[in-house]
């Protein structure tokens, strides 16, 4: 079985009649809602054809909504645009880039604060760096720039300005309508993008109020990895966000951030995806080149929790070959990686339920077991153990379907729905069934069930037991 998990974003090329019914047979694990493109409308129109096609097939897929933050962009402008190399370019403050059409001499900007926030000499990048600008002068209002590197300019466009700290508030007024619709709608994770720190994340969670699903922080600004372990011990999961992310940074950092913050994550814990351009060219084409199989490759050698298509599947001509190939790039690297495992593993802990995961895990190494069986209320106890990258399954059994689809997520995690149960004796043999259900075990096999004692109190992991299915 696959232990990677695969992430694919919905949009206009998933729309078409059996798409997503194909994506879900090719092993989708969770589905990303783009709030940064496309209505409500098409959002909710996108999550309830999703959780038809995940319950024709009988799977988990979880739903993650990502909110699309304080992105800066230039307003609209007019078609056929294109900045000459060394020629005057203005960007004019405005709240939403509102103002009239922008040419090749000047554009709205939707951030009034940007002439008080950069200084001449500052860099701007717009359009992931395939235009750039040097501040030349600053006014109320408006920025004036040379054109460094020049190039075609098309509406809605993001606006980068690396190095520089901005004055805006990481969570906008549409990022909490588009959570509270969220939230209503039952997505299952939210994507946080633009994180700087841990109180980014915390706010997020507070704005959720009792209705809290996991966050998975982005990281794709500068800040972020100077804050990174305390913003890997405020969220819930953390994404390598490579878009914004190699657009801060100088190309060549950009491999070494991201084995940094797999690093963090695997040390913490925290389940970590890593995102953008992985299989870029497929967008077009109907085979990935060869540095990005490497890519994802690399990233299944760094034991990732997860790996994601953003426009190959959202906009691209080809949304399942895309997901089939990623799949098939992720099984050949899990199949050499586990030729040598290895791993560090999460840090020592005084906390009784990682000790006891990382026991399961050990025992696992030493029996000739099927699986890992975790009985969990809350799927803490599930990650735990995946976080110590077991050689065996990890079947999660859960009485609720929202915890089962969010830990879909989580490397090498099965998850599974299961009865209520009231004793020990009752959990363990609902966990043993569990196995046999998700086709990990077989009737004499050995597994390995962890729990708690307090069979209904989350995060109460005290118990291992070896059991015959």
């Not at 490579?242 to 950092?253: H, I, M, Q, Y």
């Not at 298509?309 to 050949?332: K, N, Y």
Request: with cysteine; proline share 4%; net charge negative.
């Amino acid at each position: 079985m696959r232990r990677t998990k695969l992430i694919a974003t919905l949009g206009p090329a998933t729309d078409a009649p059996g798409v997503l019914d194909s994506l879900v047979a090719a092993g989708l694990d969770v589905a990303r809602l783009n709030s940064s493109h496309g209505s409500r409308d098409d959002l909710a129109r996108r999550l309830a054809a999703l959780r038809d096609a995940a319950a024709r097939a009988d799977r988990h897929v979880a739903v993650m909504l990502d909110l699309g933050g304080a992105k800066l962009r230039v307003g609209e402008i007019a078609p056929g645009t294109v900045l000459e190399a060394g020629a005057r370019f203005e960007l004019v403050a405005a709240d939403g880039a509102a103002g009239a059409s922008g040419d090749a001499t000047r554009a709205a900007v939707s951030y009034e604060g940007l002439p008080a926030d950069v200084v001449t000499g500052d860099r701007i990048l717009i359009d992931d760096g395939r235009v750039e600008l040097r501040v030349i002068e600053t006014a109320p209002g408006r920025v004036a720039t040379e054109v460094t590197s020049g190039g075609p300019l098309a509406s809605r466009k993001g606006v980068n300005v690396p190095g520089v700290r901005l004055g805006l508030d990481a969570i906008t007024g549409r990022d909490l309508e588009t959570l509270a619709w969220g939230l209503d709608a039952g997505v299952d994770l939210v994507a946080q993008s633009f994180v700087r720190s841990a109180d980014d994340v915390i706010r997020l969670r507070e704005a959720m109020g009792e209705r809290a699903v996991p966050i998975v922080a982005k990281i794709e600004k500068h800040e972020a990895l100077g804050e990174l372990a305390d913003i890997v011990e405020a969220a819930d999961a953390v994404m390598v966000a490579r878009g914004d992310l190699g657009v801060e940074l100088s190309p060549e950092e950009v491999p070494v951030a991201q084995r940094r913050i797999i690093a963090a994550c695997r040390s913490a814990g925290r389940p970590v995806i890593v995102a953008t351009q992985m299989l870029e060219s497929m967008t077009e084409a109907t085979r990935p080149t060869r540095a990005e199989a490497s890519d994802v490759a690399n990233a299944i050698f760094d034991a990732v929790d997860a790996v994601m298509l953003s426009g190959e599947t959202a906009i691209g001509r080809h949304p399942v070959l895309v997901l089939q190939t990623m799949d098939r790039i992720v099984r050949t690297a899990e199949a050499a990686a586990l030729e040598h495992p290895e791993s560090p593993r999460p840090g020592a802990s005084d906390d009784i339920s990682r000790a006891v995961s990382r026991a399961v895990c050990d025992l696992a190494s030493g029996l000739d077991l099927a699986a890992i069986v975790t009985a969990t209320q809350s799927g803490a106890t599930a990650r735990a153990v995946a976080a110590h990258r077991p050689t065996v399954p990890v079947v999660a059994a859960t009485p609720d379907a929202a915890v089962a689809r969010r830990l879909t997520l989580v490397w090498g995690v099965v998850p599974v729905v299961v009865g209520a149960y009231d004793s020990i004796d009752e959990m363990i043999v609902a966990a043993a069934a569990a196995a046999r259900d998700a086709g990990v075990a077989r009737k004499g096999d050995l597994v390995a069930v962890t729990g708690g004692v307090a069979v209904h109190v989350a995060g109460s992991t005290n118990l291992i037991q070896v059991h015959r299915v």
